[in-house]
C-alpha cells in the first residue's frame, strides 16, 4: 500500500520559514519524481516545486528563490524548505509522487501551512 505522509505544516509569520516533509512507503523511491502541491481556498491546486530521482528540480515562478526541494533517496523522504514566507502562501501543501515510466500518481493528504501575523 503506497502511503505518502506529510508533516511540518504550521502557522508562520511573514518572512518566517517552515520545513514540510513528506515520508513515502510502498513505492521504490528512486523511481519516483517526487513534487510539492498546494491549493489556496477557491484555488486550483498549483504546483510548487518538483525533484527528479537524480535530483533535477523545478519550481514555480512565485517560490523561485524562497523555496528548496530536496530528496533524501534511503529515507523515501522530500522536503519543501520555504523562507521569506507570505501570506500568499498560505494554503494546504501536498505531496505528490509519479512512476517515472508509467505517470502513475500518488498523493499525500495534506498539510496546512497558514502564514499570518
Known amino acids: 500500500q503506497v502511503q505518502l505522509v506529510e508533516s511540518g505544516g504550521d502557522l508562520a509569520q511573514p518572512g518566517g520559514s517552515l520545513r514540510l516533509s513528506c515520508a513515502a512507503s510502498?513505492?521504490?523511491?528512486?523511481?519516483?519524481?517526487m513534487g510539492w502541491y498546494r491549493q489556496a481556498p477557491g484555488k486550483q491546486r498549483e504546483l510548487v516545486a518538483q525533484?527528479?530521482?537524480?535530483?533535477?528540480?523545478n519550481y514555480a515562478d512565485s517560490v523561485k528563490g524562497r523555496f528548496t526541494i530536496s530528496r533524501d533517496n534511503p529515507s523515501s523522504t522530500v522536503y519543501l524548505q520555504m523562507t521569506s514566507l507570505k501570506p500568499e502562501d498560505t494554503a494546504i501543501y501536498y505531496c505528490?509522487?509519479?512512476?517515472?515510466?508509467?505517470?502513475?500518481?500518488?498523493w499525500g493528504q495534506g498539510t496546512q501551512v497558514t502564514v499570518s501575523s
Open positions: 505528490n509522487a509519479v512512476r517515472t515510466l508509467s505517470g502513475r500518481v500518488y
Open positions: 510502498g513505492i521504490i523511491f528512486n523511481n519516483y519524481k
Open positions: 525533484i527528479t530521482g537524480g535530483g533535477s528540480t
